[in-house]
């Protein structure tokens, strides 16, 4: 038979898919309802993984194929558990049938997309197929069933490649992955499948009509390839060699359905259909050895042909005298059609494993974040109400001097059990001097939020008077896409960040008039014991520790100590509570191929917190009814008593207050640090974010620079100038040929800058935009105790925090900010 041909392979760039790939996995799996698992082993495995296919595809031998489809089947298994378009790896692949020019360089086309990694490695899956099919030997039944699975595979992927290509590529793609190109290859390997059907019949000795319909197929498919490789966008794509063999095959078995189909005349003795055929077979097997270029192309049936023709007409002349008709007159013989084109295999190996297996997949991870959100809004809710109402609890006290108006002075110092407990309790958290060191600290963590947050402004500032500058110069010919769409998330993003840091200034300002109120009590709780007796003015007089109303009152302060201690157990339980929802989200995914998450989250959420929600509300209704017996003893105590209201119980009341003050500042404090320390890592993780988008659009920008120089280089010179006469050599002349890469195709290489940071990266993107778009990663967990502050009325609320609670309290610090009922007043103190 023929020569088969084998699709050229694209050639691909190594690139370092460790570090993004890890940092895309911790951005997309962090936070809530994911599982502490470490994946840098299977990153490394995959990287190798990867190294190892690509050049294998070069290896044109039956067992490389194996290592392709493993590779490409955990391409597959990955898309479905990351957002692959956020993947900032540059993936860069040649076009296949770019031959180059005498400048060097070949077309290419660089993507941060796994999806045109997928695309590629398919191309060369399929090309490798090609190739393996083409050098078989095809006179055993081993490499002819080789070839036809391989053919028909290849096909197959080709045509598949048409409809995968334009969602993967949002820019031009490379002439080999056009529509056209596609469909040329698919027919192509269509057709081959189909000669090696062909050549099977032949070699298995099938009936002539037989073979004779598959010629006519065959005849068919290459007729198809021909015509749609000479579209002129096409013709200056293939090898020299390509255009005469596929135009000799379709004369070729053209000729060898009539050699076939006079076989059938002969054995019907219709010895005049049959010279007619046997004529236009002759006739067809010439045109194809001149189309092909090849005087020995299909010789062998060529010659039998003509040895057919020569008895059947010396047969005809003395035997039959029938008349010759018209060839053209004659019926088509049929067609059979036994290559078809095999859909993609999912997976492709047999023996692929996931080495991504305990990666769930990115929507299932979604809705656990979701409803961890979910639950973390309602949880924080809840303690919300209990600190408001141990607020006003504590609020009321303080304002009677309970308990230490009821109490009997320690005999050591002459001060209340209380209060020396409450002294004790606040010098061993640090007293001041630990609220000082906290309030130094956080003026150096928000400027150094505030210089991380500018320096990354002003990378995207360079890099869009960059691009300006040089869409200036070049006008039309400069044909990326501008700074402005592909920033816009961007600088949105920063001015959240922006805003965010602003609302921490507000609170910081909040907590330190709150200091500055309550500072004297908390210094004179600082002082030891002695000091502590000696600053306060000495009693007016002594209570009645006997008489009912003290005794009533002791009893509803021991009662108030068991409410704060209940309250504490709840508010543990609320932290504490899990919300495991991954057994029902994986059967609804399982079911109905999606996730219904609110529906399922409210399900499942009130059956874990609805017991301790109930808790809370019972809690608060007592309070109420504990407050009215407090202040109802508490005026039959001030009425058996007397008035106990002189300065020393008054400074009692404000030392009281201080201490409360003292454990709500302090934990403020902390909440406070954390959060900025936490912000300045989300921070460096934008700014690492948009280094790598500026360095990518840098690198995207030398690239396209370096084609409009070459584009410019390979310009056909002028006419070599003619030789004096009296110069006896002869005049030759250079030209310069080749075209220019396609500019609107490349979106540039985008290698991975070094990062000091080991910071997940946050990516969020759109489907179709060369560079994703930029998401922030959720704020930090856990319930604030900022919460009981009052917010800013300008306050911004920003919605991409999706762990955030809801608006009614202030989450994480300062996530979010609303007006709140109670706690202290909304003025704004002035700046520190």
């Given amino acids: 038979m023929s020569k088969l041909l084998g699709v050229p392979l694209k050639k691909p760039s190594e690139v370092d898919i460790v570090k993004p790939l890890t940092n895309l996995i911790q951005s997309t799996y962090s936070g809530p309802g ?18 190892t296919a690509i050049w294998k595809f070069f290896d044109k031998y039956e067992a490389s194929l194996e290592t392709v489809y493993a590779y490409y089947d955990q391409i597959c298994a990955l898309e479905a558990k990351i957002p692959v378009n956020e993947l900032q790896v ?6 296949a049938f770019d031959k180059g020019s005498i400048f060097g360089g070949k077309i290419s086309l660089t993507l941060t997309s796994l999806l045109y990694e997928k695309v590629c490695v398919l191309f060369n899956i399929a090309a490798l197929q090609s190739s393996i099919a083409a050098s078989q030997a095809l006179d055993n039944d081993d490499g002819l069933k080789l070839a036809l699975k391989l053919f028909q595979q290849s096909a197959g992927i080709y045509q598949f490649l048409k409809g995968a290509v334009p969602a993967a590529i949002p820019s031009e793609p490379t002439p080999d992955l056009s529509q056209d190109t596609l469909a040329v290859l698919s027919s192509l390997m269509l057709a081959q499948a189909q000669e090696v059907f062909v050549n099977k019949a032949i070699k298995d000795e099938m009936k002539d009509q037989i073979i004779a319909k598959l010629c006519c197929q065959c005849e068919e498919f290459y007729a198809d390839v021909l015509r749609l490789m000479q579209k002129e966008s096409l013709r200056n794509l293939w090898d020299k060699e390509w255009v005469p063999l596929i135009a000799g095959k379709q004369a ?11 076989l059938v005349c002969r054995s019907a003795k219709r010895i005049g259909e049959e010279i007619a055929r046997l004529r236009n077979a002759v006739d067809l097997f010439n045109s194809a050895q001149s189309r092909s270029g090849n005087p020995h192309f299909l010789d062998e049936y060529a010659n039998r042909a003509k040895r057919n023709l020569a008895e059947s007409t010396k047969d005809n002349e003395f035997i039959y005298n029938e008349m010759i008709p018209d060839v053209k007159t004659l019926a088509s013989p049929g067609k059979a059609q036994l290559a078809k084109m095999l859909p993609v295999a999912s997976p492709m190996s047999p023996k692929f494993k996931d080495i991504f297996v305990e990666l769930v997949p990115v929507e299932l991870h979604r809705a656990l974040h979701a409803s961890e959100a979910r639950k973390n809004e309602i949880v924080n809710a809840e303690i919300m109400k209990l600190r408001e109402a141990t607020t006003l609890l504590n609020g009321v006290l303080s304002s009677l001097n309970l308990p230490a108006a009821v109490e009997t002075a320690d005999s050591g110092s002459g001060l209340p059990p209380s209060l020396l407990e409450k002294s004790s309790d606040l010098q061993a958290k640090g007293g001041i001097v630990s609220l000082n060191t906290y309030l130094r600290e956080l003026p150096e963590l928000l400027t150094r939020n505030r210089e991380i947050l500018d320096a990354t ?25 501008s700074s402005e769409k592909l920033t816009e998330m961007f600088r949105t993003n920063a001015k959240k ?3 965010v840091i602003n609302n921490a200034v507000e609170a910081d300002k909040i907590v330190r008039q709150k200091f500055e109120k309550n500072s004297k009590g908390i210094q004179l709780l600082s002082l030891p014991a002695d000091q502590l007796n000696n600053s306060i003015p000495s009693s007016g007089g002594s209570v009645d520790q006997n008489c009912s109303s003290v005794q009533k009152l002791k009893a509803l302060m021991e009662a108030v100590e068991t409410i704060k201690a ?6 543990s339980e609320l932290k504490s509570a899990t919300v495991n929802m991954k057994d029902q989200f994986l059967q609804a995914l399982a079911q109905d191929g999606a996730i219904d998450e609110p529906a399922l989250s409210v399900s499942c959420i009130g059956q874990v917190l609805g017991p301790l929600q109930s808790q809370v509300q019972e809690s608060i209704q007592r309070q109420t009814t504990l407050v009215s017996d407090i202040q109802e003893a508490h005026s039959a ?6 008035n106990t209201g002189n300065s020393r119980d008054a400074l009692f009341s404000e030392l009281a207050l201080a201490y409360d003050s003292f454990n709500d500042l302090l934990s403020n404090l902390k909440e406070g640090t954390k959060f900025y320390n936490d912000l300045t890592q989300l921070l460096v993780v934008f700014q690492n974010k948009i280094s790598d988008f500026c360095f990518a659009r840098k690198t995207e920008k030398e690239e396209l620079l370096k084609d409009l120089t070459t584009e410019s280089s390979r310009q056909a010179p002028p006419p070599t100038p003619q030789m004096p006469s009296h110069y006896a050599s002869t005049n030759t002349t250079d030209s310069a040929g080749g075209s220019a890469p396609s500019l609107g195709a490349s979106t540039g290489s985008i290698p991975y800058p070094q990062q000091t940071q080991g910071m997940p990266m946050p990516y969020g993107g759109t489907a179709g935009v060369p560079y994703p778009a930029y998401v922030p990663p959720p704020m930090p967990q856990g319930f604030n105790p900022y919460a009981t502050l009052p917010y800013p009325t300008n306050a911004y609320q920003y ?11 202030y989450g994480t610090y300062p996530g979010s900010y609303a007006n709140q009922q109670g706690g202290y007043p909304n003025q704004k103190p002035p700046g520190w």
């Fill in 90 to 95: 540059p993936f860069k692949w040649k076009d």
């Fill in 799 to 809: 919605s991409g925090f999706p762990q955030g609670p809801q608006p009614g309290h």
């Fill in 566 to 571: 209940e309250r504490d157990a709840i508010e």
């Fill in 497 to 499: 960040y922006r805003e």
């Fill in 252 to 262: 070729g078995f053209h000729a060898m359905t009539n050699l076939y189909q006079s």
């Fill in 34 to 51: 994911s599982d502490k698992v470490n994946y840098s082993e299977a990153v490394t495995e995959f990287s190798k993984q990867r190294n």
């Fill in 637 to 642: 105590f001030t009425a058996e008593n007397g």
């Fill in 457 to 481: 402004e002003n990378m995207l500032d360079e890099e869009r008077d960059s691009d300006n500058q040089l869409r200036a110069q070049f006008k039309e010919r400069w044909s990326r896409i």
